[in-house]
Each structure stands twice: as structure tokens, then as C-alpha cells.
């Protein structure tokens, strides 16, 4: 049954993008013919890079492609993606006091896919402003399942909290940086796992592309999200082909999966710290840690179910 339904998913969309497409045409003629109305919003700037995956374990997988980005500030763009954190929330949510940029991958012609979407989250420091927190969206395919959490951008480790691919177990925790965005960005993520050691690692870099040379954002991400797309299925279908072990979505063989992962994320953070004299304490597992509360309710997660019709 689902995988009748992504078969149906993926001919809406095909469908759907195609016709919406034939509108780009009309789109850049509007846009010569009043010129007034030709600006980019300014508070939007553009990346081409890079993505790197690399699989070691149990056989070695690697490949490679193509993305663009928009990172938006949220506090003055005029035009952000539905589906995300507004500039306050993202401060709530990081515990800071500064602008918020929003990194990720915009619909195009009616079709959204976004694996990793950051948020940078800055402090002001008097006249200046400081990269403090970053808080990462994950979002996985075909399910729409999302993962929302803060980590420390300059080095940090998580627990894994989302079943991201069906060729890898939800065992083993998350190690995440990112830079603070400029003329080039990256971002990398590697994970460790208790068996197959840093047996995978996923990595952007990208470079900024000069906003004279966007003419029309719509044009600049035709298709984006539909290769990107392309890439996640065409992958999975070369892992079966290499016999990796195709593993069951936790929701079927472990439901309490999103409670053992806050709890080991907990554990992560908070082992170890010298607490003696803290009048702010989290009981967890016969010890004491402070230093273990978040945004989400105690939890550094917050979860989003999967859309229709995986729900």
C-alpha cells in the first residue's frame, strides 16, 4: 500500500510541476515588460554548492550533487517558505536575542523537499552580533516526518530522533558543525554509530552567488527540490541493489522510539556534570545534571508526524 502511494505522490507531482512550469515563460515576460516589479528582495541570498554523502558501512556508498540555497532574514524578508519558524519563534526557541537566518531550499513549481533546513541564530553583543545557536529542521523522505532541534554550531552531538533512511538503524547519535554564513558556507554531519563506529557523513559547501545574477528566484530553483528528490530515491534504489538491509520505520517495531531518543540525548549532555551545588535539577536515571532543560518541554526535540498518506 505505500508503495502505491508513493507512486501516486510522484505522478501528482510530476503533473502538477509540469503544468506550473509552462507558467515560468509567462512569468520572466511580466517581469521585462514592468521592470518596477523586477527586484529581488534583498534580504535574500542565494548559494550553489555541493552535497557530499559518504557511506562506509556495510558497504561503501558514496555520491554527490548539485544544490542551491536561500538564506533568509527573517527578520526583513518579504517572501519566506510556508512550513518554517518565524524570526521570534527561532528566538524562543534558541534562547537568543538577535536577526535569525533562514538556510533551505524553496518550493518550486508546487513542490517542496527539504532535507536539512538551518537556522542561524545570533546574539547581540552591543553594536555587533555573534553566531550562538543553530537549530536544525530534518526532514525525512517519503514520510514528511520532521525533527526540529537546537545544537551548537562550532561542534555538537545529538541523538539520532528521526528514521531518516530505511537503510539505517535509529541507533547512535548525530555529530553536527556549520559556519557562519558568508561569501561560502558548509555544513557537515557524521554519524556515530555503537557498531559501525563514524560509518556515514553528509556535507554542504556552498558559495554565494551574486544577486545581479538572479534575475528571478522562481527560474534560479526550477526543479530544485525535484532533483534533490530524484537523488534520495535513485540512492535508495542503488543501497537495495547492494543488498544493504532494508529496516522497518520505528513507528512498526518501536514505537517509543522518540522517547528513548530525547532520553539518550539527555544522557549525552548531561553525564558527568558537576551539579553539587545546583538548585536546578533533572532526575535522570538515579543522577543529577542541570544544564538539561530546552525549548521543547523538557526535550531538546520537537517532533512532526508524517503527512497524509503516511499518517
Not at 519558524?85 to 537568543?96: G, N
Not at 528521526?162 to 548525530?174: A, K, R
Not at 547492494?242 to 544522557?267: C, G, L, T, W
Not at 532543560?293 to 512532526?304: E, H, I, K, L, V
Amino acid at each position: 500500500m505505500e508503495l502505491l502511494y508513493l507512486l501516486c505522490s510522484i505522478l501528482y507531482t510530476s503533473i502538477t510541476s509540469f503544468f506550473l512550469s509552462l507558467l515560468l515563460p509567462f512569468r520572466l515576460l511580466l517581469r521585462r515588460l514592468l521592470p518596477s516589479r523586477a527586484a529581488v528582495d534583498s534580504s535574500v541570498s542565494f548559494y550553489q554548492g555541493t552535497v557530499w554523502h559518504d557511506r562506509l558501512r556495510p558497504v561503501r556508498h558514496s555520491f554527490r550533487y548539485s544544490v542551491r540555497y536561500a538564506l533568509f532574514d527573517l527578520d526583513n524578508a518579504l517572501n519566506v517558505p510556508p512550513d518554517h519558524l518565524s524570526a521570534d519563534e527561532a528566538r524562543m526557541v534558541s534562547h537568543t536575542t538577535g536577526p535569525i537566518f533562514l538556510l533551505t531550499i524553496p518550493p518550486s513549481v508546487g513542490y517542496e523537499q527539504n532535507p536539512l533546513s538551518l537556522y542561524y541564530c545570533y546574539n547581540l553583543e552591543g553594536s555587533s552580533k555573534r553566531l550562538s545557536k543553530c537549530i536544525a529542521q530534518v526532514t525525512n523522505t517519503p514520510w514528511g516526518e520532521r525533527v526540529t532541534f537546537v545544537f551548537d554550531p562550532e561542534s555538537d552531538v545529538v541523538a539520532k530522533s528521526l528514521q531518516v533512511s530505511p537503510f539505517m538503524d535509529m541507533l547512535g547519535n548525530w555529530k553536527m558543525r556549520a559556519n557562519e554564513p558568508g561569501d561560502e558556507l558548509s555544513v557537515s554531519i557524521e554519524s556515530q554509530h555503537p557498531q559501525h563506529g563514524n560509518y556515514f557523513s553528509a556535507t554542504l559547501k556552498a558559495k554565494r552567488i551574486p544577486q545581479e545574477r538572479v534575475s528571478d528566484p522562481a527560474v534560479f530553483f526550477w526543479l530544485m527540490p525535484h532533483k534533490v528528490a530524484i537523488w534520495i530515491y535513485w540512492h535508495a534504489l542503488k543501497l537495495w541493489w547492494k543488498n544493504v538491509p532494508f529496516i522497518q520505520h520505528p513507528r512498526y517495531s518501536n514505537p517509543s522510539y522518540r522517547e528513548e531518543s530525547a532520553k539518550r540525548d539527555q544522557e549525552l549532555r548531561c553525564v558527568g556534570l558537576d551539579v553539587s551545588n545546583s538548585d536546578e535539577t533533572i532526575k535522570l536515571d538515579g543522577f543529577k545534571a542541570d544544564s538539561c532543560s530546552s525549548s521543547f518541554g523538557g526535550c531538546r526535540f520537537a517532533w512532526r508526524d508524517a503527512n497524509w498518506p503516511w499518517s
